[in-house]
Nanobody, 125 residues
Framework: QVQLEESGGGLVQAGGSLRLSCAAF????????MGWFRQAPGKERDFVSA????????YYADFVKGRFTISGDTAKNTVYLHMNSLKPEDTAVYYC??????????????????WGQGTQVAVSS
């Protein structure tokens, strides 16, 4: 059974940093694309970042470029989202996702077949 477990969320002041982790269990994810999405109250789930473990390609939403970094540890089957210079508008539930996703669809929610339960990030001003 595939499971994705996020951790690392919390409350931080604006300008601060957090590191989210997503541990993946249940299969070999080496051919998968791992993504991070976020959803604020009353809003749609938005793409944040993605990584293709097989090639190491990384993708970012424009609103996080230069502030967030995605990385993966294949030995631990864990993906990280390093978040720096956090802003109040980054407040959301952050979700980890996994799927066999082509380059064309890496930012599309429906392209990912597996999701974690989410971890809350709150940034105070």
């Amino acid at each position: 059974q595939v499971q994705l477990e996020e951790s690392g969320g919390g409350l931080v002041q604006a300008g601060g940093s957090l590191r989210l982790s997503c541990a993946a269990f249940g299969r070999d994810f080496s051919l998968y694309r791992m993504g991070w999405f976020r959803q604020a109250p009353g809003k749609e789930r938005d793409f944040v970042s993605a990584i293709n473990w097989s090639g190491g390609n990384r993708y970012y939403a424009d609103f996080v470029k230069g502030r967030f970094t995605i990385s993966g540890d294949t030995a631990k089957n864990t993906v990280y989202l390093h978040m720096n210079s956090l802003k109040p508008e980054d407040t959301a539930v952050y979700y980890c996702a996994a799927g066999i996703v082509s380059n064309r669809w890496y930012a599309t929610v429906g392209a990912y077949g597996y999701w974690g339960q989410g971890t809350q990030v709150a940034v105070s001003s």
